[in-house]
Every structure is written in C-alpha cells, then in structure tokens.
C-alpha cells in the first residue's frame, strides 16, 4: 500500500514538472524578439565655408565713452553771496573764455582793503620828509609814487632802492611787509569771481541769485562740449602697432555719421585690470556728447598667410569643426588677430572646410553629408 502511494506521488510530480515546462517554453514564445541594430550611424547635414588662406589687412578695434578733454569741477575758496548776472549759473548755460561764471558779493571785503591801503598810503606820506633829508636821491621816486597812489585801486610795485642803508630804514619801518600784505589781500578778493577758463557749458549746477556759497563748496563742472576723449584699451600684441597722431575712424551705434579723431597720447604701462594699454584719442564734434559710447579702428595693417573665419567657429580657443570625407574633424589652430566678429588664423589647409555652424553632440568621425 505505500508504495502504491508513493509511486502515485511520484507521478504526480513528473506531470507537474513537465506542464511547467511546456508552459514556460509557451510564454517565452509570446516576447517579442528584440530588434536588431542596424549598423548605421546618423548623417548630419551641415554648411560649410571654404577656407583661403591669403594675406588679409587687419583692423584693431576699440571702443569706450567720450568724456570731456577739458573739464573742471567750480569750487569756491571764499564764502559769500552769489550776486546776479546777465547769464544764470545753472546746468546748460554757456560761457565764452574770459567771460564771469559766478560772482561773490566782496563789498565786505574790498572797503577792508581800501582802508588797508588807506592806512599804507599814510605811512608813506609821513616818511616823505624823512627820506628827502636822508635819501635826496630817491625823493622824487617816492613822491611820484605817493602822488599816484589810489587805495581803491591795486596796489603799484614799490620803487626800486640801490642804497642798503635806505633799503635798510624801509625794512626798520615795515614798509615791504605791509606791502606784501597788501598783494596777499589784493590776491584774496580775486577769489570772489571766477572767470571760465575755456568755452563751455554749466554742467551739474544750479545756482540761484542770493544763495550763500561757503568756502569749499562745490558748485558744478563746466566742459567744452565740442573736444573730447576717449579712452581706450590696446592688447600688448597690437600697441606696437600704433602710433602718436595716428588717425582714428570711430561711429556710435545710436546716432549715424563718422569721426575721425587722433592719438593724443598712449600709456606706458599695461593696466593691471584689463591687461591693456591705455591710449587717448581727440575727437572734436557737436554732435558728440559727453558719455557717449564709441567704437572705432585705430590701426590697419598686413598679416601674411592667414584665414578669415568667423569667431563664433572656434570652439575652446584652439578648435574648429572641419568635413573630410563625410566625416567631422576637430582642427587645432593658431588665432593670430582678433576683431569684433573674426579671427584671422593658421593652421588650415587651402580649400580646406569648416563646418559654418555648432553641431550637436559633436565627435570626431561624426559622418557628415552637405546641404
């Protein structure tokens, strides 16, 4: 009896065996089968630029912001009250060379000067007799000078003494003293109108009649509005390249028109920020402005056996994609000169192409088919 159970069993497990095995061989049959590679890479269509290699005249480009050649910050050295005038003292007013910008009320001042002089006057007068007994020689200089003396008018150079022991006596009375003291004020009250040093115009000022200035105030900056600066940077490669007084075309990218401006002067040493040296050009316009943003081409010249090609094609400063036998290649190159938008280069064979547009996901063997 039990081994009639266990030969049941046995069987059992035989047919249950070999159903999961027919099953499992049905299932598998039901996967779908992989589908197999093709072999075939994708083609990417590009445009190329046929390379020449050619002597090429280059351009150095700079660019940068106008400022005033001459230009100057109005301060005063003495306080006062601003007296009114024919012109205003306010931002746009326009001066002539020569012409009163401001000035100072110097009432105060001037009666205290007049009566300095008064007082210098008199001390002269009472030395007359003396120097005509002791110095007869000299009497008619002195008594000339007295006679033409005017206190409300600037004082007049003393007469000239050869006698030491007359110049002596004049010492002992402190006539030199007194007198440079006198051109000392005279100097002063000067300071109570300022003229324009050049012609111009009021910038960052506005001033109204009456307004009290104090001494070290800053009131505004006048400019000639019509001969500017502007400053620029030049690579070590190119400063050797220009020269003083070389001639400069520049254009702005907001107004039309072209000006030729000149080197007035070139650094001597390279900025630490830029690595640039610092050259200055004049331009003289009214149709320029102060602050205004300027490009030009300060220098042409040749570079022989070059190739012109676009920045933009070079790829980490030394490479370019290039197309042969329908495969991509990476080129090294050498950047010679650099402009706004091209680079002039070597290391490119003659009528050799360069793919004129970045690729996606570019590698060497790429295969490559023309537009």
């Known amino acids: 009896m039990n081994k009639l159970k266990i030969r049941k069993t046995t069987l059992v497990a035989i047919v249950i065996i070999a159903i999961s ?29 046929n390379i020449k290699n050619e002597n090429i005249k280059a351009d150095i480009a700079v660019n940068g912001r106008l400022n005033s050649k001459y230009k100057i910050d109005v301060f005063t050295e003495v306080t006062g009250r601003l007296l009114s ?33 008064s007082s210098f ?20 200089l002195w008594e000339n000078y007295i006679t033409n003396f005017n206190p409300e008018q600037n004082i007049k150079e ?23 003291s006198i051109k000392a004020q005279e100097e002063q009250i000067k300071k109570y109108t300022i003229i324009a040093p050049f012609t111009g115009v009021i910038d960052n000022g506005n001033l109204n009649a009456n307004t009290i200035i104090r001494a070290g105030q800053k009131l505004a900056e006048f400019i000639n509005p019509n001969i500017f600066e ?10 050797s390249k220009i020269e003083l007084y070389d001639k400069v075309i520049l254009s702005s990218s907001d107004i039309s028109g072209q000006w030729e401006g000149t080197i007035k002067r070139i650094g001597e040493s390279i900025d630490d920020k830029t690595m640039t040296f610092k050259i200055y050009i004049e331009v003289n316009s009214k149709k320029l402005f102060e602050g205004m943003y300027l490009k030009g081409i300060v220098s042409s010249f040749i570079i022989d056996s070059v190739s012109k090609i676009p920045s933009n094609l070079i790829y980490n400063g030394k490479t370019v994609y290039t197309v042969n036998d329908s495969l991509l290649h990476f080129q090294k190159i050498q950047i010679i000169h650099e402009a706004d938008n091209y680079s002039l280069v070597r290391g490119l064979a003659e009528n050799a192409q360069i793919i004129n547009h970045s690729v996606a996901n570019a590698y060497e063997g790429m295969k490559i088919t023309l537009n």
């Open 21 to 49: 095995f027919v099953g499992f061989k049905f299932l598998g049959g039901l996967k779908q089968e992989p589908k197999k590679d093709s072999g075939k890479a994708k083609i990417v269509k590009v445009d190329v630029i």
């Open 85 to 117: 005038s024919n012109k205003s003292f306010k931002e746009g007013t326009k001066f002539n060379k020569g012409e009163v910008l401001l000035r100072l009320d110097d009432s105060n001042y001037r009666m205290t000067l007049n009566a300095t002089r």
């Open 121 to 140: 006057h008199s001390l002269l007068t009472k030395l007359l007799a003396e120097i005509k007994l002791e110095y007869p020689n000299d009497f008619n």
């Open 158 to 180: 003393l007469p000239k003494v050869s006698n030491k022991k007359e110049k002596s006596y004049l010492v002992s009375k402190n006539i030199y003293t007194q007198y440079f």
């Open 230 to 239: 502007l400053e620029v940077g030049v690579s070590l490669a190119e400063i």
